[in-house]
C-alpha cells in the first residue's frame, strides 16, 4: 500500500465496500472535509498509525455502521 490505503479530500457520497487495504504505515483511510462517508466489509491489516482519521470538517463518516470520531 504505501503511506496511506485512501486519502479523500472534500468530498460527499464516498462509498468503500469489500475492499483489503494493508502494509500502510500511515493509516487505513483518511477523509479531510467529507461527508457521507462509508467503508463496510473492508480486510484492514498490518497498518501503522491510525487505522482511520477524519478531520474535524468531516460529517457522518462510517465504518462498518460505526461513526470514526473526527479530530
Avoid: R
Wanted: hydrophobic share 35%; aromatic share 14%; proline share 1%.
Amino acid at each position: 500500500c504505501g503511506v496511506n490505503g485512501i486519502v479523500a479530500t472534500q468530498c460527499s457520497g464516498f462509498n468503500v465496500n469489500d475492499t483489503e487495504i494493508y502494509e500502510c504505515s500511515s493509516g487505513a483511510a483518511s477523509f479531510y472535509n467529507c461527508s457521507d462517508v462509508s467503508l463496510d466489509g473492508c480486510n484492514v491489516h498490518d497498518i501503522g498509525g491510525m487505522e482511520y482519521y477524519a478531520d474535524f470538517f468531516c460529517k457522518n463518516v462510517f465504518v462498518n455502521g460505526q461513526p470514526v470520531i473526527s479530530f
